[in-house]
T-cell receptor, first 113, second 112 residues
Framework: GESVGLHLPTLSVQEGDNSIINCAYSNSASDYFIWYKQESGKGPQFIID?????DKRQGQRVTVLLNKTVKHLSLQIAATQPGDSAVYFC????????????FGTGTRLKVLA | KAGVTQTPRYLIKTRGQQVTLSCSPISGHRSVSWYQQTPGQGLQFLFEYFSETQRNKGNFPGRFSGRQFSNSRSEMNVSTLELGDSALYLC???????????FGSGTQLSVL
């Protein structure tokens, strides 16, 4: 498989604990944000999204928080499970002529049994 | 509904060769984007197609090209391969441009 994320920051959490993964985005004009999960050997999988007119959005076991003042996005995973082990990265969408997505480099989440 | 399908899954080529990668989007999705993913650079945008037209292009040399067919399927081509082209190439589809992206599993290209 691919060798994605060899030098990524790593977050290790105990199974059952909550995880918080952070992302600093680059453009204050970005109006849409997505969190993706990428498991080894697979493509990025959509987790949750949020528009810039919101501060918080909840999904199943996941919550995304957006702080536009400091250009910060976080993903909270409740009751982390072994299947949550993966690389997580954020994406921001902004207009620069046409719209484009910029992706963060990612954080590796390791769930300890 | 089937997801985004990319073929082939793995490719090994030598420097100077060319390669064509294929992507079939989710049924009903008309926008296809291509990304290069490497450990050091993360996901880098290559290009985006909608209704057979390239709408946007990233900062890659002209050796990287793509096209989209009337059935929304897309191909990308890399000519005169270099060692630095070794990467995971990901295709993503959306119903329309600028909407939520859904990714395929990628094609892992190794250039020797």
């Amino acid at each position: 498989g691919e060798s994605v994320g060899l030098h990524l920051p790593t977050l290790s959490v105990q199974e059952g604990d909550n995880s918080i993964i952070n992302c600093a985005y680059s453009n204050s004009a970005s109006d849409y944000f997505i969190w993706y999960k990428q498991e080894s050997g697979k493509g990025p999988q959509f987790i949750i999204d949020i528009r810039s007119n919101m501060d918080k959005r909840q999904g199943q076991r996941v919550t995304v928080l957006l702080n536009k003042t400091v250009k910060h996005l976080s993903l909270q995973i409740a009751a982390t499970q072994p299947g949550d082990s993966a690389v997580y990265f954020c994406a921001e969408k902004f207009a620069s002529g046409t719209y484009k997505y910029i992706f963060g480099t990612g954080t590796r989440l390791k769930v300890l049994a | 509904k089937a997801g985004v399908t990319q073929t082939p899954r793995y490719l090994i080529k030598t420097r100077g060769q060319q390669v064509t990668l294929s992507c079939s989007p989710i049924s009903g999705h008309r926008s296809v984007s291509w990304y290069q993913q490497t450990p050091g650079q993360g996901l880098q945008f290559l290009f985006e197609y909608f209704s057979e037209t390239q709408r946007n292009k990233g900062n890659f040399p002209g050796r990287f090209s793509g096209r989209q067919f009337s059935n929304s399927r897309s191909e990308m081509n890399v000519s005169t391969l270099e060692l630095g082209d070794s990467a995971l190439y990901l295709c993503a589809s959306s119903q329309r441009p600028n909407e939520k992206l859904f990714f395929g599993s990628g094609t892992q290209l190794s250039v020797l």
